[in-house]
């Protein structure tokens, strides 16, 4: 069976092909691409052929919907996201199932299983309830271990007032104002902390509860938030989730 990797985060990319290598010997990589725009190239290229395409929500020049409106996707769909939010969505497009990251090999079994069925054709009520299975409680990160010059710091999670992708680079900024970097892409971070108490408002930018001091309507929907600490940045909430964002701040 020939895979096409739709996902713009190189390290993610790596991660999967290494889990259907390792659990599906006669499954072959046939591509991988990082946008909408490549995607719709690479399945409209003479000679190109996936059976599955594994697909990336959130891509870096918009949502994978988008790539359903441009061509004809004959192959059978695998959504992958941080969010289950996208579930409904994902499942009027007729996708065959939806990973929540990181992905779980079990979970992973289960979606080239119900490709392998003649049709593909699943229950989306049984469905939904299967992604709701895989939340299970978890214990949240208390700390992270960070580098600074020669010192290594034991950072509490509580102590974190947001979390920022720059120039392939993420950055912890504290309350006490100090910044550093941290190896783990925003994926897995946003995984570890607990989301009572931390929201990622776009794909470069996670921000605790705390850290918000006021929030500024803009034009088109979009919100503005004004952090404490301040960032030197324009920390705006995607459009596509400004209603998560605004019942999360509820709660």
């Not at 959130?58 to 061509?71: K, P, V, Y």
């Amino acid at each position: 069976m020939n895979v096409l990797i739709v996902e713009d985060e190189i390290m993610a990319q790596k991660s999967l092909a290494r889990l259907l290598t390792r659990h599906f010997p006669d499954i072959s990589i046939a591509g991988c691409t990082d946008s909408v725009r490549s995607t719709v190239a690479w399945l409209k290229e003479e000679g190109n052929s996936a059976d599955i395409i594994f697909m990336d929500v959130e891509l870096s020049d918009g949502e994978c919907f988008e790539i359903f409106r441009h061509t004809d996707v004959k192959a059978k769909v695998i959504m992958t996201t941080a969010y289950d939010s996208y579930a409904i969505k994902a499942f009027e497009t007729g996708s065959v199932d939806y990973l929540l990251k990181p992905i779980d090999p079990v979970a992973l079994k289960r979606a080239v299983a119900r490709c392998r069925m003649s049709g593909g054709q699943v229950n989306v009520e049984s469905l939904m309830k299967a992604v709701g299975s895989e939340k299970p409680h978890k214990d949240y990160k208390e700390r992270y271990i960070v580098r600074f010059n020669d010192r290594i710091i034991p950072l509490a999670i509580s102590n974190i007032a947001y979390v920022y992708s720059e120039e392939k680079n993420n950055y912890i900024v504290t309350f006490d104002e100090q910044r550093y970097i941290i190896d783990s892409s925003l994926d897995v971070i946003t995984e570890e902390l607990n989301p009572k108490e931390f929201f990622r408002i776009s794909r470069s930018c996670i921000i605790s509860m705390k850290a918000i001091t006021s929030i500024i309507k803009q034009a088109g929907g979009r919100l503005r938030i004004m952090p404490s600490p301040a960032s030197y940045f324009e920390m705006t909430v995607s459009r596509s989730r400004v209603d998560d964002f605004l019942l999360w701040l509820e709660k």
